[in-house]
């Protein structure tokens, strides 16, 4: 069974912090590059950061500098600190692999976390 599940979004004003978390099924943990995805209605989903199974660890220009990408193997997750937080990153965050998984030739997505950065 596939297993995301993120949580820790929320609303913070700009220049806030929030740490973002999720569980990932076992079997897919171990074997893929994980990522965190930025959602925002009506547009692409964007990937924000990637960790490999190597733990190297790639930024879009937009957040270097500003988010953190983690992962815990004892834990089978992965974590996206997000600091000095702007309007701009405001969307659901959702974890996934690289690309994002499909079944059945569908794209897979959890539930995904709400951020929202306002003032």
């Known amino acids: 069974q596939v297993q995301l599940v993120e949580s820790g979004g929320g609303w913070v004003q700009p220049g806030g912090s929030l740490r973002l978390s999720c569980t990932v099924s076992?079997?897919?943990?171990?074997?893929?590059?994980m990522a965190w995805y930025r959602h925002v209605s009506g547009e692409a989903y964007e990937l924000v950061a990637r960790?490999?199974?190597?733990?190297?660890?790639n930024y879009v220009d937009s957040v270097k500098g500003r988010f953190t990408i983690s992962s815990d193997a004892a834990k089978n997750s992965v974590y996206l600190q997000m600091n000095s937080l702007k309007i701009e990153d405001t969307g659901v965050y959702f974890c996934?692999?690289?690309?994002?998984?499909?079944?059945?030739?569908?794209?897979?997505w959890g539930q995904g976390t709400q951020v929202t950065v306002s003032s």
């Open positions: 076992e079997d897919i943990f171990r074997r893929n590059t």
């Open positions: 960790i490999t199974v190597g733990n190297i660890r």
């Open positions: 996934n692999t690289v690309p994002a998984m499909k079944i059945r030739s569908l794209a897979y």
